[in-house]
């Protein structure tokens, strides 16, 4: 990060996790990303920072978080250069 983005290193990181249904995942994109077998109950990591709510790092992965699904940057609807694990 520091190399790539110095400006974000300092920041406040905020982690949140949440249980959700890919039936209930809002953008799309990320939506058609989730492979069929994985269309039950998903856990979500939400990685953002203080003033940064516009931009948030999103990890997706199986309901027992032990498979990475996809990990991507959301710049206010935005879908940034998501990463597909599966």
Request: net charge negative; hydrophobic share 40%.
């Amino acid at each position: 990060m520091e190399e790539h983005h110095p400006h974000l290193v300092w920041k406040d990181w905020k982690v949140d996790v949440r249980s959700l249904s890919a039936n209930d995942i809002r953008n799309e994109e990320i939506k058609a990303s989730v492979p069929n077998e994985f269309q039950g109950e998903l856990t979500c990591w939400v990685f953002l920072y203080d003033g940064g709510v516009s931009n948030v790092v999103y990890l997706l992965q199986d309901k027992q978080g032990l498979q990475d699904l996809g990990i991507g940057l959301l710049k206010g609807d935005e879908l940034i250069k998501p990463i597909c694990f599966v």
